[in-house]
């Protein structure tokens, strides 16, 4: 079965820090790889996606995340977050046609 | 800006009552899917639909649930005899045939007291 693991569920991070969330899947099938993001008050979005090609994708937001695929995972990354970034993120894996979510990775940024 | 909607936003009934969701897509999608996501985890797959036939249901989807698609536009969830532990939020998304995104509504959180 498809799962999804994200191993930071909270950080706190300073304005213009840089930030890395983890996220390993196990799928034994051709995948395709989703960020999500949650901002207080709103509903899920998408921040980026990964389907074939190169491994390194970019997102909305100055978002990006690297597909590596003898690790099995799809870490996202941003140089400098911004208070804005506050919100969780969600990363999940598309196998047989439904997604798969991870726990979910709640960022908190100080200004 | 024409995503998904959901009906209604925000629902409180007792325990044993009926309550019935409604999701409408983007137009164009004929792929359409119902989530839970209770705290601190992530959306959990309920169904799914193509067009008006329901091609998936999770283990998660009891005999008291019950989703429909009837003209392949709209969709319904409906729970029967709620209980507590059927409080959460329920999430829709719908996407296009030829694209993996899904995209989501703002979805309807349940109250079962």
């Known amino acids: 079965a498809q799962s999804v693991s994200q191993h930071n569920h909270h950080v706190i991070l300073s304005e213009a820090a840089s930030l890395e969330l983890g996220c390993n899947y196990s799928y034994g099938g051709t995948v395709n790889l989703f960020w999500y993001v949650q901002y207080p008050g709103q509903h899920l979005q998408l921040l980026l996606k990964?389907?074939?090609?190169?491994?390194l994708v970019k997102g909305i937001k100055g978002f990006e995340a690297e597909f590596i695929k003898s690790k099995f995972s799809f870490n996202l990354r941003k140089p400098s977050v911004q208070w804005s970034d506050t919100a969780e993120y969600f990363c999940?894996?598309?196998?047989?046609?439904?997604?798969?979510f991870g726990t979910g990775t709640r960022l908190l940024v100080s200004p | 800006d024409t995503g998904v909607s959901q009906d209604p936003r925000h629902k409180i009934t007792k325990r044993g009552q009926n309550v019935t969701f409604r999701c409408d897509p983007i137009?164009?999608?004929?792929?359409l899917y119902w989530y839970r996501q209770t705290l601190g985890q992530g959306p959990e797959f309920l169904t799914y639909f193509q067009n008006e036939a329901q091609l998936e249901k999770s283990r998660l989807l009891s005999d008291r649930f019950s989703a429909e698609r009837p003209k392949g536009s709209f969709s319904t969830l409906e729970i029967q005899r709620t209980e507590q532990g059927d409080s959460a939020m329920y999430l829709c998304?719908?996407?296009?045939?030829?694209?993996?995104?899904?995209?989501f509504g703002p979805g309807t959180r349940l109250t079962v007291t």
């Open positions: 137009s164009e999608h004929n792929r």
């Open positions: 990964y389907f074939s090609g190169d491994p």
């Open positions: 999940a894996v598309n196998g047989f046609q439904k997604l798969v």
């Open positions: 998304a719908s996407r296009s045939g030829t694209h993996y995104e899904q995209y």
